[in-house]
């Protein structure tokens, strides 16, 4: 008896998550996996099969799942704002006196 997880990471914040196989699942599981500075995290789905052989490796798995619209801008409005934030800080920091000697009226 060989018992064999498979987890797969989609896309962040799924809702109502289905999934369709031919293979026999013993168990599935819906989790949230967070990695190193993200905020939000990825839905994960892990689904255990038993006696996964390869006479069985032709077996599909669809997962079907809603995905948020405002989801897909989230990264690039990240990013826009960043790159906004640091030439915004780098347009002040020019605007700044940082000399040392005396200014001549």
């Known amino acids: 008896m060989k018992v064999i997880g498979w987890s797969n990471r989609i896309l962040t914040n799924l809702s109502n998550i289905k999934y369709d196989t031919t293979a026999h699942i013993l168990s599935s599981e819906e989790s949230l996996h967070r990695t190193f500075m993200d905020t939000v995290g990825r839905t994960t789905l892990r689904l255990t099969a038993m006696n996964v052989i390869d006479e069985m490796r032709d077996r599909e798995v669809v997962v079907t799942y809603d995905y948020p619209f405002m989801a897909g801008f989230r990264k690039p409005l990240a990013i826009f704002a960043s790159t906004l934030a640091i030439?915004?800080?780098?347009?002040?920091?020019?605007?700044?006196?940082?000399?040392?000697?005396?200014?001549?009226?």
């Open 87 to 105: 030439f915004g800080v780098a347009w002040i920091f020019s605007r700044m006196d940082v000399s040392i000697g005396r200014t001549k009226a």
